[in-house]
């Protein structure tokens, strides 16, 4: 069974803080994602990773950046929290042709 | 621009009856449809897909219908089960793209 393990299920930081999410999948997925879920906004894709230490803007990337150093883990960095940033976050993975993603349990953050 | 649409964000179904879940789309160059289920506290998992290329495609108590020329889909589930409470995301991608597109999600509460 595909697992995607998100270091954190619940954070609370500061305004201004940097904050790292982090996400390990032990599939060899080449692919890796990261969303947040917000009520009546869906999932939305802030940043993917098709491959170690190649990157794609999603539709939401401002205010994030990404790191992927191993294929197996991937990192969503918030420079500096701000509180509009309080979100769901959920990762994922999928084989490189895309189609079934697999999630992680998502990560509640809250910025104060 | 929301490519995937679900226009209904919550539904109430008694236990035993059918439940229908719909799903519009913009773009003609999707290929492939998924549908995920959430519940509160876990990731989205896969439940359901069609290809472009069926009108229809059925697993158990769940059923996927594909209208292309109307680009509509939905999610027919019967009979429904208080377990089948939970919010459904409606899922497109171009086969060969990587990046899935989410619907905003229905939450589907089954009454008993």
């Known amino acids: 069974d595909v697992k995607v393990t998100q270091s954190s299920r619940y954070l609370v930081k500061r305004t201004g803080e940097k904050v790292f999410l982090e996400c390990v999948q032990d599939?060899?997925?080449?692919?890796m994602f990261w969303y947040r879920q917000d009520p009546g906004l869906g999932l939305r894709l802030i940043y993917f990773s098709y491959d170690v230490k190649m990157k794609e803007k999603g539709d939401i990337p401002e205010g994030y950046s990404v790191s992927r150093e191993k294929k197996e883990r991937f990192s969503l960095i918030l420079e500096s929290a701000s509180t509009n940033q309080t979100s769901m976050y959920l990762c994922?993975?999928?084989?490189?042709?895309?189609?079934?993603?697999?999630f992680g349990n998502g990560t509640r953050l809250t910025v104060t | 621009d929301q490519q995937v649409k679900q226009n209904s964000p919550s539904l109430s179904v008694q236990e035993g009856r059918i439940s229908i879940l719909n799903c519009d789309y913009t773009?003609?160059?999707?290929?492939?449809f998924l549908w995920y289920k959430k519940y509160p506290a876990e990731g989205p998992t896969f439940l359901i897909s069609i290809s472009s290329i069926k009108d229809k495609n059925e697993d158990g108590r769940f059923t996927v219908f594909l209208n292309k020329s109307a680009k509509h889909l939905s999610l027919h589930i019967v009979p429904s089960q208080p377990g089948d409470s939970a919010v459904y995301f409606c899922a497109a991608i171009i086969q060969g793209a990587q990046k899935l597109v989410f619907g905003q999600g229905t939450r589907l509460t089954i009454n008993p």
């Open positions: 773009n003609s160059m999707f290929d492939y």
């Open positions: 994922a993975s999928s084989f490189w042709d895309g189609g079934t993603l697999h």
């Open positions: 599939m060899d997925h080449e692919n």
